[in-house]
Nanobody, 123 residues
Framework: QVQLRESGGGLVQDGGSLTLSCTPSGTNIIKAMGWFRQAPGKEQQFVGGINWSGSKTDYADSMKGRCTISRDNAENTFYLQMNILKPDDTAVYYC?????????????????WGQGTRVTVAS
């Protein structure tokens, strides 16, 4: 059973930075990790993803240049580092895992989800 534990959300000022963490367990079937977000009243949005080895990354156009997804092999933890945050980045951010080997997975191929961590960017 795959479980994902997220942390790192909080309040940050406009233009600030924040790093979210996700630690998966039950990882035998995971081939890729992704980050998604959902703002109030809006649909879920893909932020970015990384394959299990950490050798490939993929980012939404809106986040390119402002975020970095990485993996710490020793800690078995994945990170989403976000910079130059804007109020529009306010959302609940979710970590997700996919068992699909093909890169990158489609959104519907992320089968396991964390509980979400809230990020609020104050103007």
């Amino acid at each position: 059973q795959v479980q994902l534990r997220e942390s790192g959300g909080g309040l940050v000022q406009d233009g600030g930075s924040l790093t979210l963490s996700c630690t998966p367990s039950g990882t035998n079937i995971i081939k890729a990790m992704g980050w998604f977000r959902q703002a109030p009243g809006k649909e879920q949005q893909f932020v970015g993803g990384i394959n299990w080895s950490g050798s490939k990354t993929d980012y939404a156009d809106s986040m390119k240049g402002r975020c970095t997804i990485s993996r710490d092999n020793a800690e078995n933890t994945f990170y989403l580092q976000m910079n130059i945050l804007k109020p529009d980045d306010t959302a609940v951010y979710y970590c997700a895992a996919s068992g699909v080997l093909r890169w990158p997975p489609q959104t519907y191929e992320y089968d396991y989800w964390g509980q979400g961590t809230r990020v609020t960017v104050a103007s």
